[in-house]
């Protein structure tokens, strides 16, 4: 059964820092990976989506990475601003169904 | 284009009693997913719609169902509703294709007293 985990659960860091987010799931049998923003209240915004072919997206100030064999991907947000502050949730899609697998998400909290 | 749209955006309901929830899609989508979003579970996957037929479900009870019009509309159904119901649920309509990512909508925050 497809898990994935999202490490740490919250993250506070000062503005302009650069900074790393984790994800790890536990099957690597996966079609892709994709990172959401969700603000408080609100529904989710996609940010980055990484086929199971690829190694790595990029989009701006995030860069999204996967290693499908060891299970892990990473969200690095380069010159972190307070707009940044919300909940990144990543999401792996298995099988050839639809369902997507989420983790729990970090709160991160860009201090002015 | 315009979004995804989820009405209505709050709903307050007492227990026993059942709701419906709708989503329209963005237009050219043929694929609606409706996830359920609490803070002790997290997301969780209901089901998933495309061209009017459920394609896959999630891991819940029998009181949680859907459809989706011929025009992708979808809505969802809980009937006999219970405290546990109240969550944020949650819209996304994509083409359908498996590599493509969905787009949410706002999703409707149901509160069961």
């Known amino acids: 059964k497809q898990e994935v985990t999202q490490i740490p659960a919250a993250l506070s860091v000062p503005e302009g820092e650069n900074l790393v987010l984790n994800c790890s799931f536990t099957?690597?049998?996966?079609?892709?990976l994709q990172w959401f923003r969700q603000d408080p209240g609100k529904g989710l915004t996609s940010l980055l989506l990484?086929?199971?072919s690829q190694r790595e997206q990029t989009s701006g100030r995030l860069n999204a990475s996967l290693d499908k064999s060891s299970g892990r991907s990473t969200l690095y947000i380069a010159a972190s601003q307070p707009g940044d502050s919300a909940t990144y949730l990543c999401?792996?899609?298995?099988?050839?169904?639809?369902?997507?697998?989420w983790g729990a998400g970090t709160k991160l909290i860009i201090k002015p | 284009k315009a979004g995804v749209t989820q009405t209505p955006r709050y709903l307050i309901k007492t227990r026993g009693q059942q709701v419906t929830l709708s989503c329209s899609p963005i237009?050219?989508?043929?694929?609606v997913s409706w996830y359920q979003q609490t803070p002790g579970q997290g997301l969780q996957f209901l089901f998933e719609?495309?061209?009017?037929?459920?394609?896959n479900k999630g891991n819940f009870p029998g009181r949680f169902s859907g459809r989706q019009f011929s025009n992708s509309r979808s809505e969802m159904n809980v009937s006999t509703l219970e405290l546990g119901d109240s969550a944020l649920y949650l819209c996304a309509s994509s083409s359908g294709q498996s590599q493509e990512t969905q787009y949410f909508g706002p999703g409707t925050r149901l509160l069961v007293l």
């Open positions: 990484i086929q199971s």
């Open positions: 719609y495309f061209s009017e037929t459920q394609r």
């Open positions: 099957d690597s049998a996966i079609y892709n």
């Open positions: 237009s050219g989508h043929r694929s």
């Open positions: 999401a792996v899609k298995v099988g050839s169904n639809y369902q997507l697998i």
